[in-house]
């Protein structure tokens, strides 16, 4: 069920999204251009993609479910003996979902539930990117920066076309239509930074096994202040990494760390001991 407020900014979020998509379709299809037909058509199929992975992104992250079994299992006090002995950090208790949530948890208060391998809430989406929707979401913003960066191009193109010099007066002449062009094309410049740089970002948290959470909020993380600073305990290496989050098939992973005395020396080209890209 998602909540009121969550539902109606994501309404004028999709609003806005189709509203300026749709100008952008009827400068492209019908303001003079010196573009082709294919280009006119490429730039179609690229919104059309990009408009469903937006909707599809908004599908659910995930629920954590713990049966009775694993509640009991874990209802154990903190600094148990078993942990200690294990030497794994402990799961946190949710109070106001009342379950022992799974490690990579955290309790959404827009969502008002508790979001499996958590990154972040996006309200342009309505919901929360987390363990089962980070792969569409992903490639909703590589699909959104492409068509922006095209887009881009063929508004600059049509300029010249509103665009004249008065020969008498050398008075530089801009008709309506030059400034809905220049309009669309600063709005396609402006979306094409911006979800240009989050799909590098992405790009980078999913190669490494991290989440924007993770990687914003280590030091307040529990589970991952209990091992070194540059040690990630769910970087699996790029392969596996990628597996993870594309090919999870609808189905929630196991995130338990590994106990402290098991760790090794990881090799992160993003982030270490040395320098920090992100």
């Known amino acids: 069920m998602v909540p009121p407020k969550v539902r109606d900014i994501l309404l004028q979020s ?9 100008l952008g379709i009827v400068a492209i299809m019908f303001l003079e251009s010196d573009s082709s037909w294919w280009t006119t058509l490429r730039l179609i199929i690229e919104l059309i993609v990009a408009s469903l992975l937006y909707i599809k992104s908004s599908e659910s992250p995930g629920s954590v479910v713990l049966d009775e079994i694993e509640l009991q299992s874990h209802s154990a006090s903190q600094g148990s003996l078993e942990q200690l002995q294990q030497q794994i950090p402990e799961k946190n208790y949710c109070e106001e979902c009342r379950i022992y949530q799974t490690f990579r948890t955290k309790h959404c208060k827009q969502c008002m539930r508790c979001i499996p391998k958590y990154d ?3 309200f342009w989406i309505g919901t929360c990117v987390g363990e089962l ?19 881009f191009f063929v508004y600059i193109n049509q ?6 010099v008065d020969e008498d007066s ?3 002449r801009y008709s309506i239509l030059f400034w809905y062009s220049f309009g669309m094309c600063c709005m396609s410049f402006g979306f094409m930074i911006f979800t240009g740089v989050l799909f590098f970002y992405h790009s980078m948290l999913i190669m490494t096994g991290q989440t924007t959470w993770e990687k914003t909020k280590r030091d307040k993380i529990t589970y991952l202040n209990f091992y070194p600073k540059f040690y990630h305990p769910y970087n699996y290496g790029l392969i596996q990494n990628l597996k993870l989050t ?19 020396r990881q090799i992160n080209i993003f982030d270490n001991e040395y320098y920090s890209c992100c």
């Open 120 to 122: 972040h809430h996006c």
């Open 159 to 164: 300029l010249d076309h509103y665009h004249e």
């Open 133 to 151: 929707n980070h792969r569409q979401f992903w490639a909703f913003l590589g699909s959104q920066c492409l068509f922006c960066l095209d887009g």
């Open 246 to 264: 594309f090919l999870h098939q609808g189905k929630l992973s196991n995130w338990d760390p590994p106990p402290l005395n098991e760790i090794q």
């Open 170 to 172: 050398e008075v530089e």
């Open 14 to 22: 999709r609003i806005f999204y189709f509203t300026f998509s749709g």
